[in-house]
């Protein structure tokens, strides 16, 4: 039984659910996803892990609703089961394997409904001693989510507002650029968020040097390599984000190809999409 045990709306049609899944919580890494089946006539929805608690046994997943599929899902309430959830799948995030993390300087550029993944990864390299900015897009003030939970395990919070609404405005790109012209220096860095972000964030941080990884969870489906939805090229070879991901070195990715497969799913109701605005 995959009991709901807590429930949120976070902004409109994004919702956050607590999973009672003690096992998977127990083994899961930042980076790492889910597959969630409704009911037993439910498609698989790959949803990547927003948050988990080892000691009270849950997994936290953040939801949009877009199709039929997600709008099941976020229509269950406390104290109801999912007939299945499946995980923890995917690669975890690299630096999961460095042994010393403390010191290092990261930055983060969520957008949108990627903020969620984004925090398991800050909160991760929080606890370990490392130094984090994180640089959060959204289009309004009003769709801005994960904002005090991600101040209490970062060192520097930066919003973006599309309308100024909140924080600065314009685009998170620009927010980048004024960081490095102030003479911000990063040893790694990772943006989520939807792929014409992650495109024109990889373009902005190329001259920088400072090596960049990518979420392409949104081009996930059944999360077993077959459907070949999530094929996608990286470094000039076909690699498959559900099961050789779902991150990748951004500078190898062919966003316009990626961009283009997505594209193929975006009328289809059993497409969920991680870290849309």
Not at 90 to 114: I, N, Q
Not at 132 to 146: E, F, H, P, Q, R
Not at 191 to 219: C, D, H, Y
């Amino acid at each position: 039984m995959f009991e709901i045990i807590e429930k949120k709306v976070l902004a409109e049609n994004i919702v956050l659910m607590d999973v009672y899944a003690p096992r998977i919580a127990a083994s899961a890494l930042p980076g790492q996803f889910l597959i969630v089946i409704n009911d037993s006539h439910g498609e698989r929805v790959p949803l990547t892990i927003s948050d988990y608690d080892k000691q009270r046994g849950t997994v936290t997943i953040v939801t949009q609703q877009i199709g039929d599929s997600t709008r099941k899902i976020c229509s269950r309430e406390v104290g109801e089961a999912f007939a299945d959830v499946l995980g923890p799948l995917g690669v975890p995030s690299e630096f999961t394997k460095m042994a010393d993390l403390k010191g290092r300087r990261y930055l983060f550029v969520a957008g949108g409904l990627g903020t969620a993944p984004v925090y398991p990864q800050v909160k991760y390299l929080h606890e370990k001693g490392a130094v984090v900015d994180v640089v959060l897009g959204a289009k309004n003030a009003s769709m801005v989510i994960y904002e005090d939970k991600m101040s209490a395990v970062c060192d520097n919070l930066y919003i973006c507002t599309d309308d100024g609404s909140k924080g600065f405005k314009g685009l998170v790109t620009a927010k980048i650029e004024e960081l490095l012209a102030e003479g911000k220096s990063y040893d790694d860095a990772v943006a989520i968020g939807p792929m014409i972000m992650m495109k024109f964030v990889t373009k902005t941080m190329r001259p920088s040097g400072i090596p960049l990884t990518v979420s392409l969870n949104t081009l996930m489906v059944d999360a077993t390599g077959m459907c070949g939805a999530c094929r996608v090229t990286v470094g000039g070879k076909t690699r498959f984000a559900c099961v050789e991901g779902p991150e990748f070195n951004a500078y190898e990715v062919d966003f316009e190809e990626a961009m283009r497969r997505q594209g193929m799913y975006k009328d289809k109701d059993h497409m969920c999409r991680l870290g849309r605005k």
